[in-house]
Each structure stands twice: as C-alpha cells, then as structure tokens.
C-alpha cells in the first residue's frame, strides 16, 4: 500500500508552543503509513534539529515581509512540486499563505491549526480568515474554545475538530531526559543564586503583553511582605522583557526575581518551581501549562476557556479571573501555607495529563483525521467562493 504523503507548513521552527507541536506531530507519525514533509514559510530554527535526526525533509521560502508575493510564488511552486495528498498548515501566516496556493492543487486536502482564541486579529485577518473557508477541508482547534471561536467566524461545524496538544510523560518526572546527571532542586537554586529555603512561583512563556506577567509581578513583591521566602523566575523572552525588568526595579524586587531568557533546559527548571503560574489573558493550550503538570507541579493559572481544559479548579490547581493580582496573590498563598495541597494537586496534575494529554494521543487524532480525509468521497476541489 503506498504512503500518504502528508506537507506540514509553518511560518518558523522556533522554539514555542505551536512549533514545538508541529515538530512532535512529524516526527511521531508512523513513518510506515505517512510520507512525511515540513515547510518553513519564514525561516528555520532550533525545531529543524529535531526533524533532521528523524530523516524528515524541511524546506525553507524564506517570506520577508507581510505580504510577499515572491514567497507566495515560490510556495506554490514547491507545493506543485511535491503535491500532497494532506496539506496541514499551522499559525495564521501558513494558514493564510497555504490556502492561498490551493488552485495549485487542487486535489489536495487542506487542513489548517488553529492554536489560540485569536481576539487579536485585525478586522483584515478576520476577513482573510473567512474568505478562505471555502479553501479549508477541516479547521482543527487544540481546544474546544478555540473550537467555538471559528464556529463563530462562520466555519461549519462539519469541518471544525478539536484535537488537544500533547505532551511526552517521562516514566519519571524527576528526570530531565538528557544523557548527563539531572540537577537537584537545590543545585538549580543555587545556580540561580536563590536561598535554599526559597519557595519559588514560576512562568515560562514567551514575555508577551498577553502573558500578563506584570500583573504576576505586583502579586509575588505583595505577598513578599509577609512571606519573604517568596521567589519569582521568569523563563522565556519576548517584547515585553526589557518593560518587566524595568518594573521590577522600580518596584524594588529586582532581587527576588530572576529574568532568565530562553533556557534549553526549561523542562528541568520546573523541578525548581513549587508552583507555576499562567496569568495569560487569552491562551491556545498551553505546552507549558502541560510541562508543569507533568513534572508534578501545582499550578495557578488564569480561567480561561484552555486553561479549564487542563485545570480542575481545587482539583490539579487554582484558577483566577484574569487581571486579578490579588487572586494569584490568595492562591499564592493558600499553596505556601499548604504543602500538602500543593502535593497533591501535583500528583492530580500529572495524572491528568497521562491520562488525557499524552503526545501518542494527539499523534493518533491527526492521523485518524488524515485517514477519514483520504477515504473521503467529497470533492478535493478548492474555490474561494
């Protein structure tokens, strides 16, 4: 029986949440039934890594701006080129660029991820958005309010699925998964020049205006006061780092937390965290919400359609209206005063996600969708009615 050749399109392999996904999805899928390909439509990076040692063929467009129609040419031509049975687009740019060159082939079956609520779209990108449905075979959302969302925007329901991310659950959670030694709790502590007594809130995610840290900021150096034992690390980097650092000194607990950018080993901090927090106003399902389950940790994170998706309230965590600092800072609080609670919701954490969220699972929703899509007797057919 011959393969099914399968193109994933993304606009980066950036080290993030929905590349990170992408990766996981073409390197799992079983090599005996798909005929794996990646494109990058804007660039490579550390994802490239991943695909290489698994003998999966990335190319690379090289879009330079918003709208190049030089790339778009090119795209086409590298989708004539290889033209696959499934074309699986990621993230607006691909999503948009690659229903774009669906006259160049027509008898391929799109299918285009959606990873967040995208309140922030441009009336022009809504738009875009809904012009292409026509163009769109199945829209995949990794949660069911992400799901909503394009039922909203006007995608019929029989082309909308949700399929959740998923995540690899080490037999051990204790373990870094790296050949060398993993690091202690208190030789993280100490590499971060962090009291061993320290009880540590932690974030990893990129530094972005709707991560909200500054709200997580006002909450640690408030409850500070009166728990002085209270550290912060912040894992990541984005546009809003140099505006966090600045907050923090003005604040004067520049001391108390650390700015550490983007770490390779972020899956090993988590075992220097005693809680993780995600005070994001608006999410996808969030990868390191999932990493922090895992690695047995509780975590507080702000009620949102996704975040309910991985957190039972008072059961794997505590949820908290989003912008509410004095919330992060009761729960905060509940938790250092509380280790057993914390314990447990960690344990619950973890095993909601093996339960629910594992990577094999996300792996076999998408090859079960590409198997109904190519056993299909609907038209393969694209127009942009």
């Not at 890594?49 to 031509?77: M, T």
């Not at 082309?159 to 709790?185: E, F, H, Q």
């Not at 209270?230 to 907050?247: A, K, N």
């Not at 507080?300 to 794997?316: C, F, K, Y």
Request: net charge positive; hydrophobic share 40%.
């Amino acid at each position: 029986m011959s393969k099914t050749r399968v193109v994933l399109l993304i606009p980066t392999l950036d080290r993030s949440g929905a590349e990170k996904q992408f990766a996981l999805l073409a390197t799992r899928l079983p090599r005996t039934e798909f005929d794996v390909r990646t494109i990058a439509l804007t660039r490579s990076g550390p994802y490239a890594e991943d695909l290489h040692a698994a003998g999966i063929p990335l190319a690379v467009i090289g879009k330079r701006s918003k709208f190049d129609p030089f790339s778009l040419w090119r795209l086409r031509a590298e989708l004539k080129r290889q033209n696959p049975q499934i074309l699986h687009t990621w993230l607006f740019a691909a999503n948009a660029y690659g229903r774009l060159c669906a006259s160049a082939i027509p008898r391929t079956k799109i299918v285009v991820s959606e990873r967040c609520i995208d309140s922030w779209k441009a009336a022009w990108q809504l738009w875009l958005a809904r012009r292409l449905i026509s163009c769109t075979d199945r829209l995949v959302g990794n949660s069911p309010g992400v799901v909503e969302f394009y039922r909203g925007l006007g995608v019929p329901s029989q082309k909308l699925v949700y399929i959740p991310n998923g995540i690899d659950v080490p037999a051990d959670s204790g373990t870094s998964g790296s050949m060398t030694l993993p690091r202690t709790r208190e030789q993280i502590l100490a590499e971060l020049n962090l009291p061993p007594d320290s009880f540590v809130a932690g974030f990893v995610g990129r530094l972005a205006k709707q991560k909200r840290v500054e709200d997580l900021i006002w909450a640690v150096e408030t409850l500070r006061q009166i728990r002085p034992q209270l550290r912060l690390v912040i894992v990541g980097d984005g546009p809003e780092r140099q505006h966090l650092e600045q907050l923090a000194a003005d604040v004067q607990c520049a001391d108390s937390v650390r700015f550490l950018g983007h770490r390779n080993d972020a899956s090993e901090l988590f075992k220097a965290f005693d809680v993780f927090c995600l005070p994001s106003c608006f999410e996808g399902m969030s990868n390191s919400l999932m990493e922090a389950m895992v690695a047995s940790r509780a975590v507080i994170a702000s009620d949102i359609p996704p975040n309910r998706e991985l957190v039972v309230q008072g059961e794997t965590g505590f949820l908290f209206k989003p912008g509410d600092s004095v919330g992060v800072m009761q729960f905060l609080r509940r938790l250092m005063d509380d280790p057993e609670l914390s314990a447990r919701f960690g344990r619950a954490g973890r095993e909601r996600i093996e339960r629910d969220f594992s990577s094999q699972s996300m792996v076999n929703g998408y090859a079960e969708l590409y198997r109904s899509l190519i056993s299909s007797t609907d038209s393969a057919s694209h127009s942009y009615s």
